[in-house]
């Protein structure tokens, strides 16, 4: 079992950037291919990036492939989404999320087993 608290939202310009920190709770951080997720309001919760377990190999939704930029520190159980370049269409609840299933960053929902609350990140125009 794992907690997963996200971070780091909040309101900014189009064109602006953000990060989103999300801290895990255990001892099985680095066993644990992480996920960033969005959901934006009458959406589904779509990926927006996957990490591996030591953070050298990274997936990325096109939507974002160019501004995002996910990384992680296994000795802070801390996972980040540096968000660059902004734009209204990113406005949406993030959530990070654990997949202990798998072994390689994808972008399957359903192998994410653990999941944290969300933080909203609001993108104006």
């Known amino acids: 079992q794992v907690q997963l608290v996200e971070s780091g939202g909040g309101l900014v310009q189009a064109g602006g950037s953000l990060t989103l920190s999300c801290a895990a709770s255990?001892?099985?951080?680095?066993?644990?291919?992480m996920g960033w997720f969005r959901q934006a309001p009458g959406k589904e919760r779509d990926i927006v990036g996957s990490?591996?377990?030591?953070?050298?190999?990274?997936y990325y939704a096109r939507s974002v492939a160019g501004r995002f930029t996910i990384s992680r520190d296994n000795a802070k159980n801390t996972v980040y989404l540096q968000m660059n370049s902004l734009k209204p269409e990113d406005t949406a609840v993030y959530y990070c999320?654990?997949?202990?299933?798998?072994?390689?960053?994808?972008?399957?929902?359903?192998?994410?087993?653990?999941w944290g609350q969300g933080t909203q990140v609001t993108v104006s125009s």
């Open positions: 999320a654990a997949a202990p299933r798998a072994t390689v960053p994808i972008g399957s929902r359903g192998l994410y087993d653990y």
């Open positions: 255990g001892r099985t951080f680095s066993s644990y291919i």
């Open positions: 990490i591996s377990r030591s953070g050298g190999n990274l």
